[in-house]
């Protein structure tokens, strides 16, 4: 009997697990295809992303010998590239910290109050570690700063406000980021592992976007984005650093990019609540469409009438605003010549007339 008992207690377990095994490998797709919150599907990748930069970095911390400090640096800097897109977009303070030259900047309030920062980051890490000679406690120091600062940001970020409008601002930054200064060797300046890096940030962006895939509705303006970044990334993988044309990458893939974001902004019907360094409407990186002057003035004027220009045109001219009243600023600045005066120094002043071609781009110049 306890043979019987036993027997079948045995085909019970057995049978059970045989079911369990059958209901694992059903072919259902209890999957769902998109998140019911997509902010917090996002803000689940960012922090996931935050964390695996942050242990990679924490090993740098502990690690010695030269291999594993280039191993986990190669790691952690990949990880940074995944954080870069919302990061940038996000908290621009901390990404500026974590990304910065290492070179010394200095702050001057006064001249009682003058600031010199040690930089922080993951370039002052590149060029520690990528030396004939390590500084190992420079290391460890640097690793451990950038280390508390991703466990701040897993803690204290949230992104759950976040409207369509902000996903296509952080998609488009990140596409003229690279474009800007990812491609250039600005992030990598030792291993000038750039191009690997726009791979890397490139394929973050997709995922990103999507997350908010219902938001198409037409399809085949889902699947053109997959297209071009697949146009892209073989573009970048396609040679080294020292070889890659950044013109063509510019004209054949970036503004393709943009002509992409102003239709699916269409698409998604995204009422922008205004206008930021770069217009709504931009479909070219090069172009005098491209920059918006009103953001760079920060006037409460939003926008320029033909009175104002003709009062700066009659003031730009105007001699009498000179002690001698005999210069105006026409005089050092030439239309015809770029605004510039067409010689190394003028008389009498010790330095040359810059170009004022980008003047109205530097916010200093409006009140």
Known sequence: MKGIKMFLNKACIIAGLIFLLISCNQNKDYSISEPINQNQALQDLYINDINE??????????????????????????????????????????????????????????????KINNPQSFQT??????????????????????????????????????????????????????????VTGFDSPVLENSLDDAVTAFAKTEQILSLYSSKFKESPLENRWHTHFQK???????????????????????????????????????????ELAIKNEATSLFSNETLSL???????????????????????????????KSISCATCHIEQLAFTDGISKPIGLTRNSPTLTYSAYQQGFFL
């Open 294 to 324: 009103e953001y760079f003035a920060k006037t409460t004027q939003l926008s320029s009438n033909d009175r104002q220009v003709a009062l700066g045109k009659q003031l730009f001219n105007d001699s009498n605003l000179s002690s001698t």
């Open 125 to 182: 890490l590149e060029e520690l570690i990528f030396t004939d000679q390590l500084d190992v406690e420079s290391i460890h120091k640097t690793s451990n700063i950038i280390a508390s600062r991703l466990e701040l940001l897993s803690k204290n970020s949230d992104l759950s406000y976040y409207q369509p409008y902000h996903i296509l601002w952080m998609v488009r930054k990140q596409i003229l980021r690279t474009a800007t200064t990812g």
């Open 232 to 274: 892209a990334k073989t573009f970048l993988q396609s040679t080294d650093f020292n070889h890659f044309n950044r013109y063509e990458f510019i004209t054949n893939h970036i503004d393709p990019f943009l002509k992409l974001w102003t239709a699916t902004a269409k698409d998604w019907k995204v009422d922008f609540p205004m």
């Open 53 to 114: 930069c942050k242990f990679f970095t924490a090993q740098l911390s502990v690690s010695k010998n030269r291999d594993s400090l280039e191993f986990y640096f190669l790691k952690a800097r990949n990880s940074f590239k995944k954080v870069e897109p919302i990061l940038s977009f996000h908290d621009i303070n901390n990404y500026n910290f974590l990304n910065a030259p290492n070179i010394l900047k200095v702050e001057e309030e006064d001249l009682t109050d003058i």
